[in-house]
T-cell receptor
Framework: DTGVSQDPRHKITKRGQNVTFRCDPI?????LYWYRQTLGQGPEFLTY????????KSRLLSDRFSAERPKGSFSTLEIQRTEQGDSAMYLC???????????FGSGTQLSVL | QKEVEQNSGPLSVPEGAIASLNCTYS??????FFWYRQYSGKSPELIMF????GDKEDGRFTAQLNKASQYVSLLIRDSQPSDSATYLC???????????FGQGTTLQVKP
């Protein structure tokens, strides 16, 4: 399978716990994006990487969110001290530098109880 | 004003008809535009992209771009019930390096 892979598919956690999600992009893609999507809304930009460099982070993200892409390959998104408002689908996408066609993974559905 | 705006719908068309989905964007620096289809509970799937003014056709789909009017549209000919989904319009700007999505338009194709 050469598509974008995300793990886990579903995560249920209690308020206040930390969670971490993983994304493996398409191997030849050097750009990796994280988006968040809630019901009835389009994907909301969170952050993106070119290789291992994090080039932009949304102002909507609080300090509880952090993302890494340590060797320019897979990426992790961590949410500390989760809140009920963090419940959403977290989508990862990758692209090559040309034309910016993004290909999405299946997403991680987070439910904070 | 949202950066990318779509009518949330639902847009309902009979099977076999042409569905017309519209989108406007505010960033004049946007260079490329994308249409994604999203089925309920699934992730977005790229169906069309367009960079230049005019029309681009791919099978039953036609994307239209008018940069002067900051307007993008997607036409789906011979609509099928399997086309029933949410269609997301997205605009990319190299100034920001971000792909920004609209809220999506829900399309219902009735047999």
């Amino acid at each position: 399978d050469t598509g974008v892979s995300q793990d886990p598919r579903h995560k249920i956690t209690k308020r206040g716990q930390n969670v971490t999600f993983r994304c493996d992009p398409i191997s030849e893609h050097n750009r990796l994006y994280w988006y968040r999507q809630t019901l009835g809304q389009g994907p909301e930009f969170l952050t993106y990487f070119q290789n291992e460099a994090q080039l932009e982070k949304s102002r909507l993200l609080s300090d509880r969110f952090s993302a890494e892409r340590p060797k320019g390959s897979f990426s992790t998104l961590e949410i500390q001290r989760t809140e009920q408002g963090d419940s959403a689908m977290y989508l990862c996408a990758s692209s090559s530098t040309a034309y910016e066609k993004l290909f999405f993974g299946s997403g991680t559905q987070l439910s904070v109880l | 004003q949202k950066e990318v705006e779509q009518n949330s719908g639902p847009l309902s068309v009979p099977e076999g008809a042409i569905a017309s989905l519209n989108c406007t964007y505010s960033d004049r620096g946007s260079q490329s535009f994308f249409w994604y289809r999203q089925y309920s509970g699934k992730s977005p799937e790229l169906i069309m992209f367009i960079y230049s003014n005019g029309d681009k056709e791919d099978g039953r789909f036609t994307a239209q771009l008018n940069k002067a009017s900051q307007y993008v549209s997607l036409l789906i000919r011979d609509s099928q019930p399997s086309d029933s989904a949410t269609y997301l319009c997205a605009a990319y700007s190299s100034n920001t390096g971000k792909l920004i999505f609209g809220q999506g338009t829900t399309l219902q194709v009735k047999p």
